[in-house]
């Protein structure tokens, strides 16, 4: 069980409290952890789980509360194994002051089928045959083997497809309505295979890593990191194209 007077995100700094920098407050916590990063700072700022302040000149301050929060939430995250979802619900019920059970150490939480020994292969989900595929996406054969020759879609190589490329046939479809073909979409692919690339520099030395902890922790960093490519992706073309971000 676990209780905490701390507060939870937006919580104001204490009279007398010193406000520090984020790069003060990377110094702090690398001690404990040293894979963290500005980049995974902001990235659980953007999140909405720690709410520092700002400057006139729009600089971040972090006051010893939001230290606390974050090496809260980067332990729940290390030794749980916990979704943000999850760790921003336990906060706020810490912040009223309620108590909380968290899974045991070492084990890692699977919200779907209960869990799994963090040094235990993951499960993996379940693949999808082709007449599945076909049927759940709403789309023909011919326009799946066309997608295929362009190498928008692709069958696993131990057989069948990946519950994900059902989103895909289906946007791919979507787009053909206003008039972009598979050929116009390979840059589109080799664009995200490019950035699945980046994504595995920065992961493979995690994933061999001494630490176990951290070896475990190297799938949680890179679907941390796609989000923030996929979000950076869509940033570029809304500004490209002259959109107002939402």
């Keep these: 069980m676990l209780r905490t007077p701390t507060g939870g995100a937006g919580t104001g700094a204490a009279a007398g409290d010193r406000l520090v920098s984020i790069g003060t407050v990377l110094n702090q916590l690398r001690d404990e952890f040293p894979e963290v990063t500005i980049s995974k700072i902001r990235f659980l700022e953007a999140e909405g789980l720690v709410e520092p302040r700002r400057t006139a000149s729009g600089y971040r301050k972090f006051s010893p509360q939001d230290v606390e929060r974050l090496a809260q939430i980067l332990r729940m995250q290390r030794d749980h194994y916990l979704p943000l979802k999850v760790i921003r619900e336990h906060l706020d019920a810490l912040a009223r002051g309620e108590q909380i059970k968290l899974p045991a150490p070492g084990r890692r939480s699977n919200l779907l089928e209960g869990g799994w020994e963090q040094d235990a292969e993951p499960p993996t989900a379940a693949r999808i045959g082709r007449a599945e595929l076909l049927a759940a996406a709403e789309v023909s054969e011919t326009e799946l083997v066309e997608w295929e020759s362009y190498g928008l879609i692709s069958e696993a190589d131990s057989g069948g497809y990946d519950p994900e490329t059902i989103t895909v046939a289906r946007l791919v479809a979507d787009l053909g309505r206003f008039g972009l073909e ?58 490209a194209l002259g959109i107002r971000l939402q």
């Design 182 to 239: 598979p050929r116009h979409l390979r840059a589109v692919k080799a664009a995200a295979d490019r950035e699945a690339g980046l994504i595995e520099q920065v992961v493979a030395p995690l994933r061999r890593h001494r630490n176990p902890q951290t070896r475990a922790h190297a799938e949680a960093t890179a679907q941390e990191l796609a989000a923030q490519s996929v979000r950076l992706h869509a940033a570029l073309v809304q500004t």
